[in-house]
């Protein structure tokens, strides 16, 4: 069993930006793929971006690719996601995951947080 839980989030304006945390206990959290998904209101959950187990690997969605950046530090297990040049359409709630599958679908984490949530105004 693994706990995550979310940080980070609240309101910012466009073009700012927010670094949301992502800290984790109960078992090995290097074990595990680690995920970025939001869900805005009356919306699917999507994809963010991922990061592998050892953090050498991270991809993104197109959405939000070369504006946010996915890291993990291990050693303090906890996981971050930077985001930059924030816009509107960005507002959501943002939930980590972990899964040893990991990848772009929910299907492939087995552990969530509860979610925080990112506003940003026009």
């Known amino acids: 069993q693994v706990q995550l839980v979310e940080s980070g989030g609240g309101l910012v304006q466009a073009g700012g930006s927010l670094r949301l945390s992502c800290a984790a206990s109960g078992r090995a959290f290097s074990n595990y793929a680690m995920g970025w998904f939001r869900q805005a209101s009356g919306k699917e959950r999507e994809f963010v971006g991922g990061i592998s187990w050892g953090g050498t690997g991270t991809y993104y969605s197109d959405s939000v690719k070369g504006r946010f950046t996915i890291s993990r530090d291990n050693a303090k297990n906890t996981a971050y996601l930077q985001m930059n040049s924030l816009k509107p359409e960005d507002t959501s709630v943002y939930y980590c995951?972990?899964?040893?599958?990991?990848?772009?679908?929910?299907?492939?984490?087995?552990?969530w947080g509860q979610g925080t949530q990112v506003t940003v105004s026009s």
């Open positions: 995951a972990v899964g040893f599958v990991g990848g772009a679908q929910p299907g492939g984490y087995l552990y």
